[in-house]
């Protein structure tokens, strides 16, 4: 309502993002909204939409669609796919930490999906991202994502004492592969 009441212009998916991030604070979410307007270069009746993928890079935030690759690759056991999506988003200049937290997140859905909860408004998602976790969900025992969720808890507890965040990303995800 308030890009529309400002008379911007912002794709709905750009909106799914910055509430996630914003994780319920509607003063992070208009400050995120501004922050995006503000670098967009986008002014008040311009006739220049705000893309999903504006916003994101804009706010460094990971595409959802990351998320569902790596683990489609996973269940696939494609090492070299989850790999090439590791350096896709480290040449994108995302936060690997912000990444694996995001992971953890995907992992808890994916459980919560499987175990019959409707996440779509717990998580604000997108009637596509909720799908993607769904399709993804089916492919996993509750067992396994039990045990991925164990991976990626560990892997960001031990980030704290640690350099080199990739490498650690990438043996945690292959971890994953083996499961």
Do not use: W
Not at 41 to 55: F, K, M, N, R, V
Not at 69 to 90: P, Q, S, Y
Not at 143 to 157: G, Y
């Amino acid at each position: 309502s308030i890009v529309k009441k400002e008379g911007y212009k912002i794709a709905p998916g750009a909106l799914y993002p910055l509430a996630r991030v914003a994780d319920g604070s509607m003063r992070d979410a208009q400050s995120l909204l501004d922050q995006v307007i503000s670098f967009s270069g986008s002014h008040e009746g311009s006739s220049i939409e705000i893309s999903e993928e504006d916003a994101l890079s804009i706010l460094g935030i990971v595409p959802f669609e990351s998320y569902i690759r790596v683990m489609n690759f996973i269940a696939d056991t494609d090492v070299k796919g989850v790999i090439e999506e590791v350096d896709r988003i480290v040449s994108l200049g995302i936060d690997l930490s912000r990444y694996i937290s995001g992971l953890i997140d995907i992992v808890r859905s994916l459980r919560l999906i499987h175990n019959g909860i409707d996440v779509k408004g717990i998580l604000a998602l997108a009637d596509d991202e909720a799908a993607g976790l769904k399709n993804v969900a089916s492919v996993f025992n509750d067992e396994v994502l039990s045990r991925f969720f164990s991976i990626v808890t560990e892997l960001s507890a031990g980030l704290r004492f640690a350099t080199g965040e990739r490498v650690y990303l990438e043996m945690a995800l292959l971890d994953m592969i083996s499961v």
